[in-house]
Every structure is written in C-alpha cells, then in structure tokens.
C-alpha cells in the first residue's frame, strides 16, 4: 500500500531516522542539489512534509534534505553533514523503511563542531532572559565569549526560559540531550547517541528529561554537572577549536 503511494505521488529517496518512539517522523529527502536560499529549501521541506504525510499518517512528518555522494551525505540543509550521516547509518534498522538504507557507513564526527553547535543551542533557551544582551553578543562571536556566558548558567536558579514557544518538559528533553550527544562522541557511546533510548543507557541520569517528564532538584545538579564538564571540555580545547565557524 504504501509503495502504491509513493509511485503515486512520485517521491524521491527518502529514509526514516532517530528514535524509534519519536513523536514524530525524523525523515531525509535525497536531492540533486542543496539551495543556498533558505526559504526555498524550507518551501522544498514543506511539500514534502506534505506529501509524505499521506502515506506516512500515523505521525507528524519532518522533513530535512541531504546530497550524497558515495555513500555518505555530502550536504544538509538542517544540521551537519557527519551527524545526519551517522544517525541514518546507525538508526536505519529502526524504522519501517520504504527504501533501502543508501548511507555505507559512520563518517569521522567534527567534536569542535558539536561543541560549538550545542553551546549555541544551549544558550538560546536563554536569550530572553536577563543575560539577553550577553547571550546576543556571544552567539555572534567566538567560543571564548560562550564559554563567559556558560560560566553564568546556573541550571538550580533559572528554571524559566521567558518568550520560548516549547514547553518546559520540552526545553529540558533538549538540554538533555545536547549534552548526552556531545558526551556520547567522547565517552565512546555514539552509536547510541541518535536515540532517547540510546542516550537513557548511556546516561541514566538524564532518563527522567529525556522522557520529558517534570524536572526534579536532582535533575537540575545533574544538568549544572554536565554544564560544568561542558566548560571544562572548551577550556581544555579553546585553542584548538579558535575561530571555526559553524555551518
């Protein structure tokens, strides 16, 4: 049935990736080419969504693009080239796929880069706070002035996140797992690292916001621990990560 409507409305390539109990469809478009205008590739994005949501109907669906070239993803519109290359590859077999899995294998992962892609996650979640101008000036400049706002993030004492349309249960999934996948490529846990399950084995601690339940006192130590380590990670590494910029 679903191959009839996939003929049906003429889709390219595409694979189901991430968790296996994700609220919604994590999904790949394969194209020719990746757009350097952001509204187009949005609009590609779109008529996807829509199209895919009706053979795929149980869940939301959402959609990124990729190019690939021999076997690994070359480019993405959302996101980092090694990270949705590896999250296809490991969770493949997970999903009920309509095509085979085109990804051959895991690509070296960039951990400068993750680190300096989750501090801008993690400091956004606060940008309306009081530390907005802070946080402003440091998502426009280098990691050291990241590292200055991260010092100030005290996980115990501001547990709002003012003019965020997520919910807090939400916020804090997210948190949990910015620093549940960044450890993940250092503690040697990356295969499992694309998954809620897989985070919740490697790190048990977070399991209780990674399934989105309400935060206890002891979430909140646990998150200024792995803020702390975050810290201590970017100091260790300043140098070496200087003025990369992200993508």
Do not use: W
């Not at 795929?56 to 080239?81: C, E, Q, W």
């Not at 990804?103 to 009081?130: H, Q, V």
């Not at 006192?217 to 975050?230: A, E, P, S, W, Y």
């Amino acid at each position: 049935m679903k191959i009839d409507k996939f003929n049906e409305f003429r889709l390219p390539h595409f694979q189901i990736f991430g968790s296996e109990n994700s609220k919604d469809y994590d999904i790949i478009v394969f194209v020719d080419f990746i757009s350097k205008n952001v509204d187009l590739c949005s609009s590609i994005c779109r008529e996807y969504d829509s199209k895919i949501s009706k053979i795929l109907t149980d869940k939301p669906i959402n959609v990124n693009i990729a190019t690939i070239k021999n076997g690994h993803i070359s480019d993405v519109f959302r996101g980092t080239y090694d990270e949705v290359n590896n999250a296809l590859y490991y969770t493949y077999e997970l999903h009920d796929q309509i095509h085979d899995n085109l990804i051959s294998g895991p690509l070296k992962r960039d951990l400068n880069l993750k680190i300096i892609r989750s501090t801008r996650g993690i400091l956004s979640f606060f940008s309306r706070t009081d530390l907005r101008y802070e946080i402003k000036l440091s998502l426009k400049g280098d990691i050291k002035s990241r590292l200055n706002v991260l010092r100030i993030i005290d996980f115990q004492k501001m547990s709002d996140f003012p003019g965020k349309k997520e919910s807090k249960t939400d916020i804090y999934k997210v948190l949990a797992f910015l620093y549940g996948q960044l450890f993940s490529l250092i503690d040697g846990y990356e295969k499992d690292s694309y998954t809620k399950h897989g985070i919740i084995r490697s790190y048990p601690e977070l399991s209780n916001l990674i399934n989105r339940n309400d935060p206890n006192f002891q979430d909140l130590i646990i998150l200024n621990k792995f803020n702390t380590r975050l810290i201590q990670l970017i100091e260790s590494k300043i140098e070496e990560i200087g003025d990369i910029k992200e993508v």
